[in-house]
């Protein structure tokens, strides 16, 4: 069984800062990317940044210049730096995991964002 905690959301101001944090734990054999998805009021969900096993980062658009994806072993961060009220959206963890047999995608359970105006 995999699990995915996240931690870290919480109100701030527009221009204000919040480090997201996902811990990966359970039986995997390793993992090949995981990443930051966010669902905002009435809107689909929507991948915000990537990074591989390998180190290689990407980022929707919108977020560029002002988040950054990095990853420690098992932990998966996302600094979010100079927020603006579009920000405010559930964030969801998600976690590619390779096994012998396959990969397959898990999810954390999300941890809510609010960027005031």
């Known amino acids: 069984q995999v699990q995915l905690v996240e931690s870290g959301g919480g109100l701030v101001q527009a221009g204000g800062s919040l480090r997201l944090s996902c811990v990966v734990s359970?039986?995997?054999?390793?993992?090949?990317?995981m990443g930051w998805y966010r669902q905002g009021p009435g809107k689909q969900r929507e991948l915000v940044a990537t990074?591989?096993?390998?180190?290689t980062t990407n980022y929707v658009d919108s977020v560029k210049g002002r988040f950054t994806i990095n990853n420690a072993k098992n932990t998966v961060y996302l600094q979010m730096n100079s927020l603006k009220p579009e920000d405010t959206a559930v964030y969801y963890c998600?976690?590619?995991?390779?096994?012998?047999?396959?990969?397959?995608?898990?999810w954390g359970q999300g941890t809510q964002v609010t960027v005031s105006s």
């Open positions: 990074i591989t096993s390998g180190g």
């Open positions: 998600n976690a590619d995991i390779q096994y012998l047999s396959g990969s397959r995608d898990y």
């Open positions: 359970g039986k995997l054999f390793s993992i090949n990317a």
